[in-house]
């Protein structure tokens, strides 16, 4: 197996040039991940969209400048028109009536189409530098030298001590600009720094990722890790660690295929964390939300059964006579299946007793079925009461309401109603003793 | 009707304000008390929240000047706390009431710093006085409307400001919430401290204030309630904007004429 060997040699890091694009790739993915919660948060994603997309004709103009893809001069490049980008955004929305996704758009396009058109112009120039060139549109980690890690190692460095020390300053002015601005703040400045270190987070890339697909880089994993967490310390963590691990994958698969570009693979692995985290995050996850769903009907349907053994007993006054299915049955539409899975979840609570074919309600099961009623005749009248809904309305809704009222609530409504004795339907409201 | 105040703590002096160039104030000029309970009342549209704003520098005006506690905004930002609309923010930002309540501390002098258990003591301090310490941990998205206005007044005591600048903040708030804002705004007031609200609802109005503000884009009237709040006055501020001034304005936003002469 080669692919397996590969790992084997790409994760013990022996080879020099590895050390390089994997430290490389880590520093790169941390920074990008960390400063786009903050253009996450500031609903600036399509900006940074924009900016990576225009830093491709400062790269090309650099390149046409110096002669050489020295990084210095790509970097500059790119830096440059990245943040020309941002500025006429800005201008162009407040002294014009575009409005910002149009202005976004309209940058993003002009830019990359000068872009593309200079790739061109160098790539028929027949300077013998210019090969490899083409690679920054997708990004080509495994070409990353020991020089290349110090240059674009050092700015991701920048870009993750300018998040650490303005920290504070960022989080205000992501939050509450207003509230900031009146505390004596300089937001003009926290918003150049914010943009700038933008600008390098996405510029730095350009050789591991590509300027394509670079705006990813930064909002995916922000995103992500929104799901997670409610925590902005958390969050920012957690984009970094999923950046981080996204950027190894894709220096991996640079390592190991010669032609493969690495920034596609870098953004399918992250995207699969986004969707396995949209699938499985607690709280806000699909299967969290399912299983939620899940539980709720299955109480629902406990607590029905049990209401409507007590009910049986009210009406012949004898709580723990033998009832089979069928009795249960035509005192309330059941479907036959789910309740026979309810008597047996039932059973294995003790709430009831399987006896052959009849079921027999326990002590605990009554005094829960017997809350449930109570509950139920309690809302009904408080609906009648105080929201003054006809006796006829009101039991659809206390059909609904008896399985999520809390013992707290329980005790208000008990209160606040003056523990009534029956409900709208002249039914008697029963008190446990 | 424009009463005065003596030893002003706001003056605000021939204050034009606009949007896109049209203006929503237009030559205000008026002066507050200190240590009083105000009321910033008018009609929608009618820029009372605008000229909180202006107080605090936070849009530009096209003409005239403001003086807090007789001096320029920028030596006495440390004496005045602003609190927002509440829906100014975006409320699922990944924060915790306790967050939002330190944010009163922070100070362009120790922004640098991390926050001392001083800073703490005190949001907390601040989060029982809102009764809203038991949400402490909780994430803002969470909230209610009345929570959310709660921990905006957290954070603006933990500031331990002495005028205090609110837009709105009875706005989508339960009623008993806006009582026990109004009780906190009393004892506020009992400190010494000086409370200018925007407000909207006429029947609290006066009950709530002892110095009140009438406009409608221009300053109908400024002075103690009881001579101020009268049925003429509040005629004349909601009823209607002054026809001229209304054309006038719009001329003057079509043609982007300056509002000022050079």
Redesign the interface.
Known sequence: MIAFENIIDFLSLKEANVRYVVLGTILLSIASSVIGCFALLRKRALIVDSISHSILPGVCMGFMISGTKDPLFLLGGAMLTGWLSIYFIDIITRYSKIKADTAIGLNLSVFFAVGILLLTIIQNSGNPNQSGLSDFLFGKAATMVESDLYTFGGMALLVISGVVLFYKQFVLVSFDMNFAKTIGLNIKFYEFILSILTVMAVAIGIQTVGVVLMAAMLITPAATARYWTDNLNKMLVIAALIGALSGIAGAFVSYSYENMPTGPWIVIVFSVIAMLSMVFAPKKGIVSKWLRQKRNSHKMMEDNILKAFYRLGEKEGDFYKKRTVEDLMNLRKFERNKLLTGLKWLSAENTIVHINNTYVLSKKGKAIGERIVKIHRLWELYLKIYLRVADDHVHDDAETIEHIITPELELLLEKQLDYPTEDPHHQKIPYSK | MIIHAENPIIEVHDLTVSYNNKPVLWNVDFTLPAGQMIGIIGPNGAGKSTLL?SL???IPNNSGYIKLFNDDL?KV??K???V?QRE???WD????VM?IAL?GR???GN??KRFTSEDKDIAADCLKRVKMLDYAKR?I?QLSGGQQQRAFLA?ALA?QADLYLMDEPFAGVDASTEKSIIELFLSMKEEGKTILVVHHDLQSAADYFNWILLINTRLVASGPTSKIFTPEMLRETYGGKLTVLTKVGEIIAETQFPIREQ
């Open positions: 704003k605090m520098n936070l920028n930002r440390h005045i706390s602003y927002p100014s923010v975006d930002f990944p924060a915790s967050d944010m922070y100070k362009p922004i640098f994430q998205s954070r500031q």
